[in-house]
């Protein structure tokens, strides 16, 4: 492992990241963190599942472009670049069960695309990954030289198999041309500004509790998730981009509940009266999921700061005054449309 000293700046201007899928929840959390940090960023968004509005803030910012681009589509970019961060994808289940090509496309061909990009630049690259490349876990917690049990075959593979194969792209070139790469494997993460439409298991409950309607528990909630505050996530990030070493890392929060104890605590911290009410579990519905993150540890010196109970509560302050009322979308509408 090589620890770079923070630089900026190159020959006196602003180092610049092309980042994709600045539109969505947690890019446009890490398009903020980006430009504090003094980087020149040109965000690139179809807005398939983003939106706009996450980025009207930044939109006169000098050091800030946003373009609307397909990136399964090639793209030109004259200026210099020094980093591509990939993060465009569909990641919310109904999402990408809803927009199943797009979502292999964005993985696959958008990553090539990317990759060649950032060779062209002599860029680095950088690869959000997912947890979901773990499938529905035997080890548990998750290390990261865990192999994975994933059905090719199933729903979720399109989202799946599309990261494990952006993954071994990335990889193949890292050791054919030696590009600079950095893959993070995310483990659910929430925060303001998530979709509250988006169908997850956080927007879906605090939507519910707030407008007092039953919370869904899909299977009998007996399934395990570790929840990660966005802030967090954004600080592992931040610190990677100046350590040298592939990964993969994987960057979550192991406090791991069942989603009926998300249930109940969301009903709690919002002091709704709303029902629990059971629906049919999706198919290949991961069982339990805790990420190991010692090497996050080591290598960036990371561990997550904020626990459950105070990033859902600040996440349940930003839902009660910002999100507008309009259709749920459930895993189980999603997959007949
Ligand atoms: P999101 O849906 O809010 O954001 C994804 C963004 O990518 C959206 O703005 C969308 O419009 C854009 N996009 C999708 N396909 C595109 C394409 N072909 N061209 C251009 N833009 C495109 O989801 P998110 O939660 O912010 O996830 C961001 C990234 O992090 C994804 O790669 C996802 O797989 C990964 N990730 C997120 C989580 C999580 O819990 N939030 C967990 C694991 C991995
Ligand atoms: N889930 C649920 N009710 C909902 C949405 C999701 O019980 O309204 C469950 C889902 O079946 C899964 C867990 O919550 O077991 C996390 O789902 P999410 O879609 O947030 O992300 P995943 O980890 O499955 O990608």
Not at 49 to 76: A, V
Not at 227 to 247: N, S, T
Request: aromatic share 8%.
């Amino acid at each position: 492992m090589k620890v770079r000293r923070t630089r900026y700046l190159r020959r006196g201007r602003p180092r610049a990241v092309l980042f994709t899928g600045a539109a969505g929840f947690v890019g446009s959390h890490l398009a903020d963190r980006l430009l504090d940090d003094g980087y020149r960023v040109i965000a690139v968004d179809n807005l398939i599942t983003g939106s706009e509005k996450n980025l009207e803030h930044l939109h006169d910012h000098p050091r800030f472009r946003f373009i609307e681009h397909d990136i399964s589509e090639p793209l030109e970019i004259r200026e210099r670049l020094d980093w591509v961060m990939h993060f465009a994808s569909p990641a919310s289940p109904p999402k990408y069960l809803k927009w199943p090509l797009e979502t292999m496309r964005a993985n696959s061909t958008g990553t090539h695309l990317l990759l060649e990009l950032a060779r062209e630049h002599r860029a680095r690259f950088f690869l959000a990954s997912t947890s979901e490349v773990y499938g529905d876990p035997k080890q548990h917690p998750q290390p990261e030289d865990y192999w994975g049990n994933v059905n090719p075959l199933g729903p979720r593979s399109v989202y799946d198999e599309a990261k494990r194969y952006a993954e071994a792209l990335a990889m193949s070139y890292h050791r054919e041309f030696e590009l600079p790469l950095r893959i993070i494997r995310i483990f659910n993460t929430y925060g303001p500004r998530m979709d509250p439409h988006d169908g997850r298991v956080v927007t879906n409950f605090i939507r519910q509790a707030l407008a007092n309607e039953p919370l869904t528990v899909y299977g009998d909630g007996s399934q395990t998730r570790s929840l990660q505050h966005i802030d967090d996530l954004v600080e592992g990030v931040a610190r990677y981009m100046k350590v040298e070493d592939p990964g993969p890392i994987n960057l979550g929060n192991p406090e791991e509940c069942t989603v009926l104890e998300l249930a109940r605590l969301i009903l709690e911290l919002t002091g709704s009266d709303s029902d629990i009410v059971f629906e049919p579990l999706p198919e290949n519905d991961p069982t339990r999921r805790r990420p190991d993150i010692e090497r996050a540890r080591k290598l960036l010196g990371w561990s997550p700061k904020i626990g459950m109970r105070e990033g859902l509560e600040r996440t349940i302050d930003s839902f009660a005054t910002t999100a507008a009322p309009a259709e749920p979308l459930t895993a189980a509408r999603t997959a007949q449309a």
